[in-house]
């Protein structure tokens, strides 16, 4: 079910494809403008052209910007305030993980990047919706999680720490930040993108089969949780996260 958003302005960080991209859709689809963002300026472009394509009428805003970046996401607050008159929805969706194996030999900088973009960059993006319109208007705040922010992986681990560390921020700000704006969080398991390909490349059937659903996730699965937690339908719901997982975590192991 398509959730109203009518009225409603998103921004979704990290959208020129995968999980990002599909929230975008789906905040569209529902009739939010919404601006997206992430680095290289040709693909959030060629993603804005892909939303106009998929949501005939939507308003779509595309700011090339580095998460990780003070001054960019001051200016994707800015020109969407500026181009839409508001900032309803803030999706923190921003993940990187350029590191894995034993913390012990992780590589430190790659350890603070990782906490930066994940963490520091969703807290900023917050600071700033609030000055520029929730703290007055009220507003939604979804962050894009991990299963691997709740159980530990033994691989991914400086990245899964990370998403803990947005788990408990999500919490943290449903506390300061209630009644006018909810914070909720999604943990998904394993989601068909880029990013996730080579957990499941060499063999996608022997993946899909350790899940009680038998399959990988879909962006899809993602943008229509993200959506209702954003939703008015979802109004006495905030310092949750929810897992989207194909019942993986129910297995006992990740
Ligand atoms: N896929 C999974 O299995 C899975 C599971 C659990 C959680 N997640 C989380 O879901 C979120 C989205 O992941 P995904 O699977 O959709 O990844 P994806 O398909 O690789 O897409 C990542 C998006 O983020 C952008 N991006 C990367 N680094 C950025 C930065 N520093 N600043 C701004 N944008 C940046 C990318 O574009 P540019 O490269 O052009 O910047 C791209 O648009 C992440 O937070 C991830 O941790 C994913």
Known sequence: MTQDFKGK???VTGASRGIGHAIAAELARGGAAVTISSRKPDQIAAAADELRALVPDARVLAVP???GSDEDRAEVVRRTVEEFGSLDVLVNNTGINPTYGPLVDADLAAV???FDVNVVGALG???LALKAWMAEHGGSIVNIASVAGLRSSGVISAYGASKAALIRLTEELAWQLGPGV???AVAPAVV???FAEMLYNADEDAVANRYPMKRLGAPEDVAQLVAFLASEQASWITGETVRVDGGMLATGSL
């Open 9 to 11: 302005v998103a921004l």
């Open 192 to 194: 068909k993108t880029k």
């Open 65 to 67: 910007a580095n998460t």
């Open 182 to 184: 909810r914070v909720n």
């Open 125 to 127: 993006y917050v600071q």
């Open 112 to 114: 603070r990047k990782i």
